[in-house]
């Protein structure tokens, strides 16, 4: 086949997938990216034209949860990306070689097509110890993420350890750990899909996002993408009218558990994290956490190992009433009193989800990416 | 000799990096070493117990429940809360279903391009590869059609020129003898697995809101409501669904995975020879039957010493210890002792080389992991151990099912011994679980119609009701292993962590007698047709399945006390 053939379509027809399921597919990648239906033949387009971008995985303080989730992919799946969609050039979770021809390779990506290459991170770095506490062919994960990351056209930090240091970087921070965009300040093109991990669904939009407009999407001031955190959980939550109505569960396993109703007081941090969790959810649709009716633990946000434990403790209730009997009041008034509550707390960067950038957040906002596509 | 240094160990969870002396054409001696630490244990004092389970979690996202579950257990086992039957189920088939869905990713994306030659696959006849599937197995993808579009998608692949993950790997090597037939078979399954485990691990969606990291577990039971007349809980639904997903599985293992095993092994006899390590094996048992702390356990726990299955002890936690005389951690005595959990202590010292580095120093300390030891004697933990502790034990569907597959290779009990056997083992485990999984589901079932909706014992939810000092052990057979989390509670806040890991038992450094860890006793004598291409080095690493990122995971930065908890 040649190298500028329609080889994705083709590859779709040859499993038995129609131009129709293809074109499916391009519709459901649009409705993903909140886009206008009318964008999915410019999806189908940009798929069928491009040859395929160079990504390296990396994996340093991690715990292989962001890999398992990219296997979890649907659309396009992880097979798909491996054959057809991307070059993974170096992925040490599925590739091929090891040790030194493991290096080669990761050697040559960096060496033969810089600033080209996508580079995605996993896990935390470490600064402790003179970067012992992580290393890799006996370079450590500083270095390497400085080299690699700094040759990217652009870098993912895919999950919150990679984001904000997550885990490893929990109080007391045993090992110096930092996210990406505060261990190698200044990366280009630095973009942050956080939680734990994070959603397949979310790294394949983004993918496809850069594969369609040749430019990466619009970020929060966390630099991720708006399309996926744009809102808070809550916002979208399908047990919000419960919250409204001052309807929560008070014990697991009670009828108001069986029925569905709101996790607030069960210690939910919906209300202050901000995920496409409830419109995507996980696992091509299947559920979520507050669907299988246990509270969210506010894992796509900063610190929030931290900040939002303990996590069966209940976010503050409104200033001026006790804190469980103003529960009832809150849902009943709505979440402007929740915010007013956080407020009084001292808890407006969880509320509002925003904090100072970091050194690495100071990087000039992404604009198309020149030079990506050879 | 020559030293050989494959660092990173690809195609396994975390980063390992294994040295060996190689001298005519085989390894005379091997280093395992653990090259990455985050400190878990640290980050969990005096936090909320009830939290435990979620940051314990976060060792692994690959073993996801594993953690969660051996937490919970510990915490439960401190706070004296006692999961109602239907959590116990909805553990046993979320934990089966980790163990079932691991072991398919295990052996196609982890371990099978040690044994298939990608490259030699391009030159399958199609005709040829269909007979082949056709004489193994009734799954249905197996005409010439579909591995003609197989064999053009895997030529449209490699004709791109971007070879991605397969690149640079050894294609070609001597040690590779499969025809080029049974190569494109296994390719195809490759990917059919790729697909499959991303529809089988819905289960855990369905039960667990997510995967990775699943969200319903919590001290005392589990948050998944039960109730057939709720859209919000599981019911009938939810039932049929899971076991569609099961009835799947089952066809997947069964006409898939077992037959591929059976297919490819006879082309690799000599590795039912090579690889056998240490010949002691532990397993702590799982899958309770009935409620309480003696619970019968569908799979049983023991002590196998010495390859001698006709005596399968009983396993006695005061018996296990930990050395850090080859680990970059000291001990308040002198690093030649050896501490039992209950005295552990975890003060990390590193000595090694300062990074970038060529060598470590393997006479010194050479690891981020320490070597548990069972008596004084390395163990080896995982899906090997637990099928012949069951064999030893009499376990009836286990017996069968080795049987079964000696006599197909036409082998006898001592070929378990090797990196084939752990291959059998696991496979032979699928589908142990993957049969027994519906008989959870039923009961699960049952229970609800007989209208039993308790999901949780929150008698002892409440910190108020706990003892101020409090102290439990929670055991779990993980997919790669015996795992055991130790947990000490005073005034309602974690004070002391301590988790003993499979990859632990198996990767760990020599001990303070010298004695190797299972990774490199299994090394030791392995051939290597050219040293600078270690693909016999990885056959048996992967073999053990490693999980790097669970087997480290301790810490004291200097400033903690002695870890005192009770193994019970």
């Known amino acids: ?374 | 000799m020559t030293r050989v240094v494959v660092d990173p160990i690809t195609r396994i969870e975390g980063h390992l990096r294994i040295e060996a002396e190689v001298d005519g054409g085989a390894v005379r001696d091997a280093w395992s070493s653990a090259t990455m630490f985050r400190g878990v244990e640290l980050i969990l004092k005096g936090r909320d117990p009830r939290d435990a389970w979620a940051i314990t979690q976060r060792i692994c996202g690959v073993c996801t429940t594993v953690h969660a579950i051996a937490s919970i257990r510990a915490v439960e086992n401190a706070v004296g809360a006692v999961p109602p039957p239907n959590a116990r189920l909805l553990r046993n088939i979320v934990i089966a279903a980790q163990c079932v869905q691991d072991h398919v990713i295990h052996f196609y994306h982890l371990h099978a391009l040690d044994w298939v030659d990608v490259v030699s696959a391009l030159s399958a006849s199609p005709a040829k590869t269909s007979a082949l599937a056709e004489s193994i197995s009734d799954w249905p993808l197996s005409s010439t059609k579909y591995f003609a579009g197989m064999l053009a998608r895997l030529k449209a692949f490699v004709e791109r020129g971007q070879l991605g993950p397969f690149a640079n790997a050894y294609w070609g090597h001597p040690a590779y003898r499969l025809p080029p037939e049974a190569n494109l078979l296994a390719v195809a399954h490759y990917l059919e697995a790729l697909d499959w485990q991303r529809e089988f691990i819905k289960i855990h969606a369905t039960l667990g809101g997510k995967n990775p990291h699943l969200q319903s577990f919590l001290v005392g039971g589990m948050a998944t409501p039960v109730d057939p007349d709720s859209q919000a809980a599981i019911n009938a639904g939810s039932i049929a669904a899971i076991n569609a997903h099961i009835a799947k599985g089952k066809e997947f293992v069964s006409k898939v995975y077992i037959p591929d095993v059976l297919a490819v092994a006879p082309f690799y006899k000599d590795w039912a020879a090579l690889g056998g390590g240490v010949g002691n094996f532990l397993a702590y048992g799982e899958y309770p039957e009935a409620d309480g702390a003696k619970a019968p356990l569908f799979l049983p726990g023991g002590v196998i010493r010495n390859r001698d299955l006709s005596k399968v002890e009983p396993f006695d936690p005061s018996k296990v210890s930990e050395h850090v005389k080859h680990s970059w951690y000291e001990y308040a005595g002198g690093d030649d002792s050896a501490l039992h959990p209950t005295k552990g202590e975890t003060r990390p010292k590193y000595t090694g080389p300062k990074p970038p580095y060529e060598r470590l120093d393997t006479a010194a300390k050479y690891s981020w992991l320490k070597s548990p030891r069972y008596d004084g004697l390395p163990m080896e933990v995982g899906p090997l151990a637990r099928m012949l502790v069951a064999y030893g034990s009499g376990h009836p569907r286990v017996k069968e099912l080795v049987g079964a597959v000696l006599g197909r290779l036409g082998v006898g009990p001592a070929a378990l011994f090797s990196t084939l056997g752990r291959i059998a083992a696991r496979a032979i485990e699928t589908q142990v679980l993957v049969e027994k999984m519906g008989d959870w589901v039923a009961a699960l079932a049952a229970n609800m119609g007989q209208g039993d909706h308790r999901i949780h014992d929150g008698s002892r939810w409440d910190p108020s009701t706990w003892p101020a000092e409090a102290v439990g052990a929670g055991f779990h057979e993980a997919p790669r292993g015996a795992l055991g989390h130790w947990v000490q509670i005073r005034s309602g806040a974690i004070e002391n962590y301590q988790c003993i890991v499979p990859s632990t038992w198996n990767a760990g450094p020599r001990d303070a007698k010298g004695q190797r860890g299972p990774y490199e006793e299994a090394l030791v004598g392995t051939p290597m047709a050219d040293p600078s291409k270690p693909l016999e080095i990885l056959r048996t690493i992967h073999s053990f399945d490693p999980c790097i990122a669970c087997g480290v995971h301790v810490v004291d930065a200097g400033r903690r006390e002695i870890v005192r908890v009770r193994a019970l």
């Not at chain 1, 080669?104 to 996508?118: I, P, Q």
């Not at chain 1, 885990?167 to 280009?188: I, M, Q, Y």
Request: charged letters at 20%; aromatic letters at 8%; hydrophobic letters at 40%.
């Open chain 1, 1 to 374: 086949m040649g190298k500028s053939s329609t080889w994705f379509p083709q590859q779709c027809e040859e499993r038995g997938l129609s131009r129709r399921d293809f074109m499916r597919f391009c519709s459901a990648m649009a409705s993903a990216l909140a886009l206008p239906a009318a964008f999915a033949p410019r999806i189908a387009e940009a798929l069928e034209k491009a040859k395929k971008p160079i990504l390296v995985w990396l994996e340093f303080q991690d715990c292989c949860g962001n890999t398992e989730s990219f296997l979890r992919a649907s659309r396009p799946s992880a097979s798909d990306i491996v054959l057809d969609v991307l070059s993974v050039d170096y992925q040490e979770t599925i590739m091929a070689a090891a040790g030194r021809q493991a290096e080669e390779a990761l050697k040559a990506t960096v060496r033969d097509h810089k600033g080209a290459y996508l580079a995605v991170v996993e896990g935390s770095i470490p600064t402790g110890e003179g970067g012992a506490y992580c290393c890799i062919g006996g370079r450590s994960a500083l270095e390497i993420a400085r080299e690699v990351c700094g040759g990217a056209a652009a870098t993912i930090a895919m999950g919150t350890c990679a984001t904000f240091g997550g885990l490893p970087a929990a109080a007391p921070n045993p090992t110096g750990a930092l996210g990406v965009g505060d261990a190698v300040p200044g990366v280009k093109n630095l973009i942050n899909l956080s939680a734990c991990p994070a959603n397949a669904e979310n790294l394949t939009a983004l993918i496809v996002h850069y594969l369609t407009f040749k430019a990466w999407p619009a970020l929060d001031s966390y630099r991720r993408p708006l399309f996926a955190y744009g809102k808070a959980i809550h916002d979208n939550c399908e047990r919000r009218a419960h919250f409204d109505a001052g309807q929560y569960v008070e014990a697991f396993g009670d009828e108001g558990h069986r029925r569905g109703y709101c996790l607030y007081k069960m210690g939910c941090k919906g209300p202050v994290t901000h995920q496409n969790c409830p419109t995507v959810r996980w696992n091509e649709g299947t559920n979520w956490p507050i669907g299988c009716g246990h509270p969210c633990i506010g894992c796509a946000e900063p610190d929030f190992w931290d900040k939002m434990s303990p996590f069966y403790r209940h976010l503050p209730g409104a200033p001026g009433f006790g804190v469980m009997s103003s529960v009832d009041t809150v849902g009943l008034a709505g979440t402007a009193v929740v915010g007013a509550a956080f407020a009084a707390h001292g808890l407006v960067s969880l509320a509002r989800g925003r904090r100072k950038p970091g050194a690495g957040e100071s990087a000039p906002p992404p604009g198309p990416v020149k030079g990506s596509q050879p």
